[in-house]
C-alpha cells in the first residue's frame, strides 16, 4: 500500500512557463513532507520542505503547497528553466521517523 | 570538499556471493542511511544508524546487513540471502533525524549475474 503517490510519471512544460508537481499521501499523521530532485546517475538532492504547521513555503523559484485537508501536497516551479528537467520526488514523515518516499515524477522543460 | 562518496559505481556479483558497498561521509554528520531504488519506485530504506555503533532496520531489511564502527562509514552488505539483490543502492547521511536534509551519494548500480 503506497502512503505516497505520485501519480504523473511524466510532466513536460515550457520553458518559461510554470511546472506544477503533485504529490498525494494517505497517511494523516505525516506531519514533515520534503522534495527532492533528482539528475541521472546521481543521488537526489533536496529542493524544500513544509511542516504540516503551514500551507505553503517557498524558497526562490519553488514553492510548496500543503493542504491537509486533501492530502495532497504540490511543488510548483516558477518560471521554469531546462536545468529544471530531472526526476522529483516528494517524501513524508511522522514525527520525525523514517521518509516514505513516492515514485517519482520526470519533469521535462521544453526550449 | 564535503560530501558522500559510494563505491564502486557499477557492482556484478556471482548469485550466491556476498558483496560489500562502500559509503563515506566527511560532512561529520550523525545519522546515515541506505536505500534501495527499483524501476518506478520511490526509495526504500533498509537500514539507518543515527550514531556510531547503532543502527536500525528499516521497511526492507531482510538479505542485508551493516555496520557502523566510524562516524564516516556505513557500509552496506549484501548477502545470498538477498532473494532480489539487482538495484540501484543509494546512501546518505544527515544530521540526526529524518527531519532534516539527506544528503546522498551517486549510487551504486549492482547487477547479480
Known amino acids: 500500500d503506497q502512503q505516497v503517490k505520485q501519480n504523473s510519471p511524466s510532466l513536460s512544460v515550457q520553458e518559461g512557463r510554470i511546472s506544477i508537481l503533485n504529490c498525494d499521501y494517505t497517511?494523516?499523521?505525516?506531519?514533515?513532507f520534503l522534495w527532492y530532485k533528482k539528475y541521472p546517475a546521481e543521488g537526489p538532492t533536496f529542493l524544500i520542505s513544509?511542516?504540516?504547521i503551514k500551507d505553503k513555503n517557498e524558497d526562490g523559484r519553488f514553492t510548496v503547497f500543503l493542504n491537509k485537508s486533501a492530502k495532497h501536497l504540490s511543488l510548483h516551479i516558477v518560471p521554469s528553466q531546462p536545468g529544471d528537467s530531472a526526476v522529483y520526488f516528494c517524501?513524508?514523515?511522522?514525527?520525525?521517523?523514517?521518509?516514505?518516499w513516492g515514485a517519482g515524477t520526470k519533469l521535462i522543460i521544453k526550449p | 570538499d564535503g560530501g558522500i562518496t559510494q563505491s564502486p559505481k557499477y557492482l556484478f556479483r556471482k548469485e550466491g556471493q556476498n558483496v560489500t558497498l562502500s559509503c563515506e561521509q566527511n560532512?561529520?554528520?550523525?545519522?546515515m542511511y541506505w536505500y534501495r531504488q527499483d524501476p518506478g519506485q520511490g526509495l526504500r530504506l533498509i537500514y539507518y544508524?543515527?550514531?556510531?555503533?547503532?543502527?536500525q532496520k528499516g521497511d526492507i531489511a531482510e538479505g542485508y546487513s551493516v555496520s557502523r564502527e566510524k562516524k564516516e562509514s556505513f557500509p552496506l552488505t549484501v548477502t545470498s540471502a538477498q532473494k532480489n539483490p539487482t538495484a540501484f543502492y543509494l546512501c546518505?547521511?544527515?544530521?540526526?533525524?529524518?527531519?532534516?536534509?539527506?544528503?546522498f551519494g551517486p549510487g551504486t548500480r549492482l547487477t547479480v549475474l
Open positions: 497517511n494523516s499523521m505525516f506531519d514533515y
Open positions: 546518505a547521511s544527515s544530521i540526526e533525524g529524518f527531519y532534516n536534509e539527506q544528503f
Open positions: 513544509i511542516s504540516s
Open positions: 560532512l561529520n554528520h550523525d545519522a
Open positions: 544508524s543515527q550514531i556510531v555503533n547503532d543502527f
Open positions: 517524501a513524508a514523515s511522522e514525527s520525525n521517523y523514517q521518509l516514505i
